[in-house]
């Protein structure tokens, strides 16, 4: 990881608690996708959540009755983890050096953190640790580009914070699990349409958890939230908004 993606990867630890409070969950449906998958339900899997952050994708597997660890490297995201879910186990490290025993789990997931890891190193530490019928899910909300304010305020978003806008066109599958370095295994993808309704102060505090904000002045990202608000108000005069998500699904296991 370069030290620009070190930087950015550790800078949750600064807003933790925000994080947790206006971040997006994940639609049930997900869920039922890696069951079928694996041919099972989840009740009694056994799973690691790697890269857990808060708990938000933690909490939900637990609702499903897999008996859960959560791996995180952030000390501050831990910490707010354990005030959410203090039953859960939590270890300190990350997916390129798993804390885990051989052959221990059925299941690896990773919630919008596998691009903090180097696949090289991730990849066979996952296969390490899953049994040989196991599986890894990994996943992520991204933007719906059909919504028209949505794909402006990304384009803006994009712009403040010095990165390219992301593509409309989605890679293909074959693309896809390249990208994410999973050539080799047997992987399925799925994306699921999904959305919530937040109020305004929510939306932008989740705006301003995304890492590419946080490594950034304070008093720039001020100004630009700033602005969002005054456009969204006039959009949204009731400062209710829907926001809609595509969640990218990728599940692999050996072949």
Request: proline fraction near 7%; aromatic fraction near 8%; glycine fraction near 6%.
């Given at each position: 990881m370069t030290?620009?993606a070190?930087?950015?990867?550790?800078?949750?630890n600064?807003?933790?608690a925000?994080?947790?409070?206006?971040?997006?969950?994940?639609?049930l449906?997900l869920?039922?996708s890696?069951?079928?998958?694996?041919?099972?339900?989840?009740?009694?899997?056994r799973?690691?959540d790697?890269?857990a952050g808060?708990?938000?994708?933690?909490?939900l597997l637990c609702?499903r009755?897999a008996?859960?660890?959560?791996?995180?490297?952030?000390?501050?995201?831990?910490?707010?983890?354990?005030?959410?879910?203090?039953d859960?186990?939590?270890?300190?490290g990350d997916?390129?050096?798993l804390?885990?025993?051989?052959?221990?789990h059925?299941?690896?997931?990773y919630?919008?953190a596998?691009?903090?890891?180097?696949?090289e190193r991730?990849v066979?530490?996952?296969?390490?640790?899953?049994?040989?019928?196991?599986?890894?899910?990994?996943?992520?909300n991204?933007?719906a580009?059909d919504v028209?304010?949505?794909?402006?305020?990304?384009?803006?978003?994009a712009?403040h914070?010095?990165?390219?806008?992301?593509?409309?066109v989605?890679?293909?599958d074959?693309?896809?699990?390249?990208?994410?370095?999973?050539?080799?295994l047997?992987?399925?993808?799925?994306?699921?349409r999904w959305?919530?309704v937040?109020?305004?102060d929510?939306?932008?505090?989740?705006?301003?958890?995304?890492s590419?904000?946080?490594?950034?002045e304070?008093a720039?990202?001020?100004?630009?939230?700033?602005?969002?608000?005054?456009?969204?108000?006039e959009?949204?005069?009731?400062?209710?908004?829907?926001?809609?998500?595509v969640?990218?699904?990728l599940v692999a296991?050996?072949?």
């Open positions: 030290a620009t070190s930087s950015r990867a550790h800078s949750f600064s807003a933790a925000q994080y947790g409070a206006s971040r997006p969950s994940y639609p449906a869920f039922d890696v069951e079928e998958f694996m041919g099972r339900s989840l009740a009694g899997v799973a690691a790697v890269g808060t708990g938000i994708a933690t909490e609702t009755g008996d859960v660890i959560a791996v995180e490297p952030g000390e501050a995201m831990a910490v707010q983890f354990r005030r959410v879910l203090p859960v186990p939590i270890v300190q997916g390129d050096a804390p885990l025993a051989n052959s221990s059925d299941l690896i997931t919630a919008q596998w691009q903090w890891t180097d696949t991730s066979p530490e996952a296969l390490r640790v899953l049994r040989p019928d196991g599986a890894l899910a990994i996943w992520w991204t933007t580009f028209p304010w949505i794909r402006a305020q990304h384009e803006r978003i712009h914070c010095g990165v390219p806008p992301r593509s409309v989605r890679p293909d074959s693309e896809a699990v390249r990208l994410a370095g999973l050539t080799g047997r992987v399925v993808r799925q994306q699921i959305r919530r937040v109020d305004l929510t939306h932008l505090a989740n705006i301003s958890s995304r590419a904000f946080l490594v950034l304070q720039a990202n001020r100004a630009f939230l700033a602005g969002e608000r005054r456009r969204l108000r959009a949204f005069p009731d400062e209710v908004l829907e926001e809609t998500y969640v990218d699904l296991a050996r072949p």
